[in-house]
Each structure stands twice: as C-alpha cells, then as structure tokens.
C-alpha cells in the first residue's frame, strides 16, 4: 500500500504575446500563467519555450507565487524583414509535479 501524495498536474492557463517596434527593429516576449489541476497558480515552475519564426531558439522563465512569469528580460530582437516569431510551450517543469503536455503557442507578426 501506497502512501505517496498524488501527482500535482501543471498547466497552461494563459499564454500573451507582445511586440514592440523601434525604427530599425521589432522585439516581443511573452506572459504565461500556470495552474494546477484545482486552478490554483502553481509557483517554481520553469516554464521553456521554443522560438521559431524570424529566429530559433529558446526562452524561459519561472513562475512566481501567482503562477505568473514573462520572458520580458530576454526579449527577442529581429529586424524588420523577419516579419513573424511564434513561441510554443515545450516544457513544464517543478520537482513533485507532471506537466499535462498540452503546448500553447502565440505567433507575433510585423505588419
């Protein structure tokens, strides 16, 4: 017989991206919330994302005690002619819990 606390699920439960244009270059980075399986934010969790588009790449960030976290610190910087970057969840991590595996992604583009 087993005494051991059932798995927390993590998930994705907001996922925002956002641009900024200078006269020679454009940034973004993104926002995301994660939860558990009762909704609750969940904090800790390292949050990585695959950068693909205008350049390839990753990004992460950990979620603080509202389950939030940004990669704003480590934007990325394209020039104008790369008109489109998309961000995709490829990892969900915190020791005692399981990532659901569901990939939330947001696309960016330069008009």
């Known amino acids: 017989m087993s005494n051991a606390a059932p798995a927390v699920i993590v ?21 995301v919330n994660v939860a558990d399986q009762n909704g609750q934010p969940v904090s800790g969790v390292a949050v990585t994302f695959a950068v693909t588009g205008g350049t390839s790449t990753t990004r992460s960030c950990t979620t603080d005690t509202n389950g939030f976290c940004s990669t704003v610190g480590s934007k990325i910087t ?12 490829s990892n969900l991590a915190k020791a005692g819990t399981t ?3 569901v990939q939330w992604g947001v696309t960016l583009r330069l008009r």
């Open 11 to 31: 998930h994705v439960t907001a996922l925002n991206g956002h641009g900024q244009v200078t006269n020679v270059s454009w940034s973004s980075y993104v926002d």
């Open 78 to 89: 394209l020039p104008k002619n790369k008109k489109t970057v998309t961000y995709t969840t």
């Open 99 to 101: 990532w659901d595996g």
